[in-house]
């Protein structure tokens, strides 16, 4: 049956942009082959091949099929560290409570057989008992002056007895060792010293000798203890302009105090003086049970 020119038109019109359902429509005595066939041949029109519609729900079914695939998946991988993690935890309490009682065995207290015995140390210097420090020239964080001096070696000495009576619990502490280190007073090795110090040397010297003799008779006092006092001379008390390290002791004035403080202490077993060429000097004497 020979086209017509009314269904040339409408395959004109609908044939490349229209379903195929709604062309066998307008066209209902003609095949869709021969459509097909007619539009190719005689009016050069090429369709494209028919998509698939996929309908709405499909598409929403798939994507929750997909969503609970991966969320079950995720589950079960999250249950198996679970299970992992809760199989060690069991593993260790049932470790832990091998070990719930404690074992323990008794212990007997078992008197000294022997006395330990120790000597006792301290060092006092560098006391410049002199110098005065103004509280308001430091923003009052301290201050120095003869009272304060006075009353911190009132407090070493203290101290002393405190810390040799707290040990003594312990150990048998029969001697005890005074270093006087030296720089008791500040002197007049510096300028200023002439204007700033509290005392001139000679007096300065005769106040430290009164400070170091009342604290050796304190600690004496306190503790009955044998003392051999150390003594070395600083770098402060010296006469000289500069350090005269062969003549350094008779140039001290408190190498001259050490030996008033040996006489003093009249009651040593022994006084002298050793190394008088070296640098440090040294006075030793005993105090045992001396009377003032």
């Not at 539009?39 to 929750?64: C, F, Q, S, W, Y």
């Not at 300065?204 to 604290?215: N, R």
Request: proline share 2%; hydrophobic share 35%; net charge positive.
């Amino acid at each position: 049956m020979n086209w017509k020119p009314n269904e040339d038109k409408v395959l004109k019109t609908h044939f490349l942009s229209s379903p195929k359902d709604t062309i066998l429509k307008l066209l209902p005595n003609r095949t869709w082959n021969s459509i097909q066939k007619r539009a190719r041949d005689a009016l050069g029109l090429h369709r494209n091949p028919e998509k698939k519609i996929i309908k709405r729900e499909t598409v929403d079914t798939k994507i929750k099929e997909i969503t609970i695939k991966d969320i079950t998946k995720q589950f079960m991988s999250k249950e198996k560290l679970l299970l992992k993690r809760i199989q060690g935890l069991e593993l260790l309490l049932n470790k832990t409570k091998e070990f719930s009682d404690v074992d323990t065995y008794s212990i007997k207290y078992k008197e000294a057989t022997t006395i330990s015995r120790s000597t006792a140390f301290t060092i006092w210097g560098d006391w410049h008992s002199e110098e005065e420090v103004k509280g308001e020239a430091i923003n009052n964080l301290n201050r120095f002056n003869l009272d304060i001096c006075q009353r911190r070696v009132e407090y070493l000495s203290n101290r002393v007895v405190r810390f040799v009576r707290m040990y003594r619990k312990d150990t048998e502490i029969d001697k005890l060792v005074i270093v006087l280190g030296g720089d008791f007073i500040t002197g007049n090795i510096h300028m200023e010293n002439l204007e700033s110090s509290l005392l001139r040397p000679i007096d300065a010297i005769i106040f430290a000798e009164k400070l170091i003799a009342s604290a050796i008779e304190f600690v004496d006092l306190h503790l009955q203890i044998d003392i051999t006092v150390v003594c070395v001379v600083g770098n402060h008390p010296r006469i000289t302009k500069k350090v005269r390290h062969s003549t350094e002791m008779g140039n001290s004035l408190e190498y001259y105090m050490y030996h008033q403080l040996a006489k003093y202490f009249s009651g040593a077993s022994n006084s002298g003086t050793g190394n008088d060429g070296g640098r440090v000097s040294l006075i030793a004497f005993n105090i045992i049970n001396y009377k003032v």
